[in-house]
């Protein structure tokens, strides 16, 4: 049975429906960061979160052209509304409404907003700065899908010396194998983690994952699915990521 229907993939305005009726059932509140047009750009925090208890960050929707990453995190809520309701989360769920619509990486101005996040004057990112200044975060998941994939990985950045990525990626192998290459976007592979111990400098300006890090979120992961794989099968691979990071960061 498919997750999701394939007409729905970028169909904004019923993923944003779907996460503000799963915030009134799961006791979050949502949040409207700005607008762009006639789009909200929303973000929920649950009950726990909006008391201070030190938040798990989840994100996705940054780039149009992901749409397995973006219906996968709302999966993932949907399947386990019994934590949202108990558990500290800070959820951006669609940071780029127009581009999820459109079905391009870019947002409403043309504009790759993962490089913008250091920006506090940008039409999103800088709202979004405003929400997560003076928020403890236990650690962050960035969902994200690669056109060039061929496989699964993730990037890590973690301030303890253990790395967390290889049993998380032994998780979700269960549905989508691990991207074999050994050099991913100019970045050395090991089985699918890219383990960053300093922070980039050649980036013309600040991702969501190295903004979070920067700002004191000891942990940050991000995670691609193939872009070119069955839609069904990224979402999958998506919750189950969630899922596992979960269990192994708890």
Same mark, same amino acid.
């Given at each position: 049975m498919?997750?999701?229907?394939n007409?729905?993939?970028?169909?904004?305005?019923?993923?944003?429906?779907?996460?503000?009726?799963?915030?009134?059932?799961?006791?979050?509140?949502?949040?409207?960061?700005?607008?762009?047009?006639?789009?909200?750009?929303?973000?929920?925090?649950?009950?726990?979160?909006?008391?201070?208890?030190?938040?798990?960050?989840?994100?996705t929707?940054?780039?149009?052209?992901?749409?397995?990453?973006?219906?996968?995190?709302?999966?993932?809520?949907?399947?386990?509304?019994?934590?949202?309701?108990?558990?500290?989360?800070? !959820?951006?769920p669609?940071?780029?409404?127009? *581009? &999820?619509? =459109?079905?391009?990486?870019? %947002?409403?101005? @043309?504009?790759?907003?993962?490089r913008?996040?250091h920006?506090?004057?940008?039409?999103?990112?800088g709202?979004?700065?405003q929400? !997560?200044?003076?928020?403890?975060?236990r650690f *962050? &998941?960035c =969902?994200?899908?690669?056109? %060039?994939a061929? @496989?699964i990985?993730?990037y890590?950045?973690?301030?303890?010396?253990?790395?967390?990525?290889h049993?998380?990626?032994?998780?979700?192998?269960?549905?989508?194998?691990?991207?074999?290459?050994k050099?991913?976007?100019?970045q050395?592979?090991?089985? @699918?983690?890219?383990?960053?111990?300093?922070?980039?400098t050649?980036?013309?300006?600040?991702?969501?994952?190295?903004?979070?890090?920067?700002?004191?979120?000891?942990?940050?992961?991000?995670?691609?699915?193939p872009?070119?794989?069955?839609?069904d099968k990224?979402?999958?691979?998506?919750?189950?990521?969630?899922?596992?990071?979960?269990a192994?960061?708890?």
């Open positions: 498919k997750l999701l229907p007409h729905h993939a970028h169909d904004a305005r019923h993923l944003i429906q779907r996460w503000r009726s799963l915030a009134r059932t799961a006791g979050c509140r949502v949040k409207t960061l700005c607008k762009v047009g006639d789009m909200p750009v929303i973000v929920l925090e649950s009950a726990a979160a909006q008391a201070g208890q030190p938040a798990v960050y989840l994100s929707g940054v780039h149009g052209d992901e749409a397995g990453s973006a219906w996968g995190l709302l999966t993932w809520a949907e399947k386990h509304m019994n934590e949202l309701k108990r558990g500290s989360f800070l !959820i951006a669609c940071l780029n409404p127009v *581009g &999820l619509t =459109l079905n391009t990486r870019a %947002d409403h101005r @043309g504009f790759d907003i993962n913008r996040f920006d506090a004057t940008d039409d999103i990112c709202p979004w700065q929400w !997560i200044t003076g928020r403890a975060m *962050g &998941l =969902l994200h899908e690669d056109y %060039d061929q @496989g990985y993730l890590e950045l973690n301030q303890a010396p253990q790395t967390v990525g049993e998380i990626i032994e998780r979700c192998a269960r549905v989508i194998a691990p991207d074999p290459r050099n991913i976007e100019g050395r592979a090991n089985l @699918g983690v890219i383990r960053r111990r300093t922070l980039p050649h980036l013309p300006g600040m991702p969501e994952a190295i903004e979070l890090h920067v700002r004191g979120c000891p942990v940050t992961l991000t995670f691609e699915s872009s070119e794989f069955d839609l990224r979402v999958r691979v998506q919750v189950k990521f969630v899922e596992s990071a979960l192994v960061l708890d």
